[in-house]
Each structure stands twice: as C-alpha cells, then as structure tokens.
C-alpha cells in the first residue's frame, strides 16, 4: 500500500452533504490519509439550498469561514460546492481543496479533483480511479477479520455476503427481479454456504423478504436494523461477495475484499455510467455477473482511497513546499 501520511498537525476538515454515498467516500480518503479529521455537514436553507452549487453560502454557516482554517478540506455533494470554494478564497494557497465527483462549474477552484474512471471529466488537477473510495481499508478489514462481529463468528464456513442497495433513480427492481434473487440465493445456499445479508437505506421490504425465503432454514444472518449493522465483518469473513448492482459505491466496497464478487443487476431501467463501471471491472477479473452458480477466483484487492490519498499526499506537500 502506499504511504499517503500528511504529518503530524494538519488539520483536515470533511464538507458533509448528509448524504451517506457522499460522506462514505470522504471519510475513506480521511482515514486512509492517515490524519485526525473533523466531520460538519452543511445544509443550507432556501434560497441558498436551491442556488447550490452556483449560489454564496448560508450567512448563517459564517463561523465556518472564521480562523483558524482547515490545511485540507475534502467535500462531496452539490451543497457542499459553495462552502469549499469559500474555504478556498478565504485561504488562498493555505487551504488544500479536493472535490470527490465533477464540482461542474466550479472545477478551476479545486486543487484536486476526483472522479470514476467512467466520468469523461479528465486535466491536470483531476485523477481518476476504477472503483470510488470508502473505509474499508485493508487494515480495517483485517481488524474485523481478528475480531468479527459475535453475530457472524459461529455462521459456518464458506460464508456469502448478500449486500442488497434498492431503487436508484433509473433503476428498479421488478417482480421477477425478486424471484431472481429468492433463487440466487437459494442456490448459493445450495453449495454449501452461510449467508450474512445486510440491506442498505434503500432496500424494499420486498427485496429483503426475497433473501429470507430463499435463505429458509439455511445457516444466516439477515440484518434486521437492530443493533449496529456489521457490515465490516461481513465484508472481512466473506469468502464470496453477490452484491446488487445499482450502486457503485457497494460494487466497489465489495471488490476491496479479494473474495470472488457476484453482481446480480437489476433488470428495470437503465444502468448508464455503473453499466460501464461493471463493464470495467469485469474485465478487469475483478467481478463477474451472477448467472446461478459462485465460483471461486482471484484477484487483487482493490483500495482506491490509498491511491486517492496518495495522490493529496503528493500534491498537498508540493503546494505547501511552493508557499514556503
């Protein structure tokens, strides 16, 4: 893995939208920069919501922009746009921006810009990788590997994670989507393994009951929102991974393991830009689509937010080195 370290006493702050996609791949590029941080969400009230990402910010986020200023400032989502371009005026060289996603407009005001590999938007302050970044870093992996969420401990071996998303604008998931995944996971059972399910904010009732019948009396775990959701652990003791392809935040999270990944899409709507992230990934070896049976194969885990934070590492200290 590469050394993204920044040093001792640089303050980074994370710009939150309150949206859990976005927030998820700030705080993955935060931790894996090695930094203590600090996480405000912004919500800013109408006009200024609705002027967002063109717009000033909210007079009343003004504190904000006070000293002492943020040395690193990460943000993601179309409100947070504002705030940082304001961090970045208030402190000049002195405050390092990075936009996670195209800011749009707003692109010549950020020193690093990150997007998909599947994005069109590519220059000099712009790096692009496979798969979006999150915190399941492989040390984080591995701690929940040595010490797994008491829930999962006993489930016995091999072990499939289940991580179920739901609707996502163009896609949906229709009646015989369900059947489909009653008898993925029917089938999965079927070879022997254990199931650990989790669903997501997005998940129906429906899609979730899918996965119990098909699970029946079969060894499990079906997170049912009681308690914290352990996630983590079901990533690290995965041996497989069916993941539901209209996120691309879970394919890629998924594809941090190492263990062999199913994608099982949705069949209603179009899959657009994630189509292609699969598409890549696929012929990558990283994934395959799911078609009735799990095989095993290898590949080599996938840490996007390393390479990310590598890459602020890198150009933080030259900006910093240039101002001295």
């Known amino acids: 893995m590469q050394d993204a370290r920044i040093g001792e006493g640089v303050r980074v702050l994370l710009l939150g939208s309150g949206k859990a996609g976005h927030e998820i791949n700030a705080v993955g590029v935060a931790e894996a920069l090695g930094a203590s941080y600090e996480l405000k969400r912004v919500n800013p009230r109408k006009p200024f919501l609705w002027m967002s990402p063109f717009g000033p910010v909210d007079p009343r986020d003004a504190a904000l922009l006070r000293p002492p200023l943020p040395d690193i400032v990460l943000a993601s ?9 304001a961090l970045k005026r208030a402190g000049g060289a002195r405050v ?4 996670l996603q195209d800011p749009r407009f707003a692109r010549a005001s950020m020193d690093l810009i990150w997007v998909p590999e599947h994005d069109r938007h590519r220059g000099p302050n712009v790096i692009a990788t496979l798969t979006s970044p999150h915190p399941f870093s492989p040390r984080r992996l591995a701690a929940a590997r040595a010490a797994p969420d008491a829930r999962l ?7 499939c994670a289940i991580v179920l998303g739901g609707p996502s604008g163009a896609q949906h998931f229709t009646a015989a989507d369900l059947t489909r995944m009653t008898e993925a996971v029917r089938a999965i059972v079927g070879q022997g393994f254990s199931i650990m399910a989790t669903p997501s904010r997005r998940t129906p009732p429906e899609l979730l009951a899918a996965v119990r019948e098909g699970l029946g009396d079969a ?33 890629g999270e998924a594809t941090a393991t190492g263990a062999p990944v199913y994608v099982f899409e949705p069949s209603g709507g179009e899959a657009g830009k994630l189509g292609q992230a699969i598409d890549a990934l696929e012929r990558l070896g990283a994934i395959r689509r799911f078609a009735g049976r799990i095989e095993r194969f290898a590949y080599k885990p996938i840490d996007s937010s390393s390479v990310i934070a590598a890459e602020i590492a890198r150009r933080f200290a030259r900006a910093r080195a240039a101002a001295a």
């Open 153 to 159: 401990a006993e489930l016995p071996t091999p072990r």
């Open 77 to 85: 989502g179309r409100v947070t746009v504002p705030y940082l371009r």
């Open 96 to 99: 390092f921006a990075v936009f």
């Open 219 to 251: 060894p499990g775990f079906v997170w049912d929102g009681s308690g914290e959701n352990p996630y983590a652990s079901i990533l690290a003791l995965a041996d497989a991974v069916l993941v539901t392809g209209d996120s691309a935040n879970m394919v």
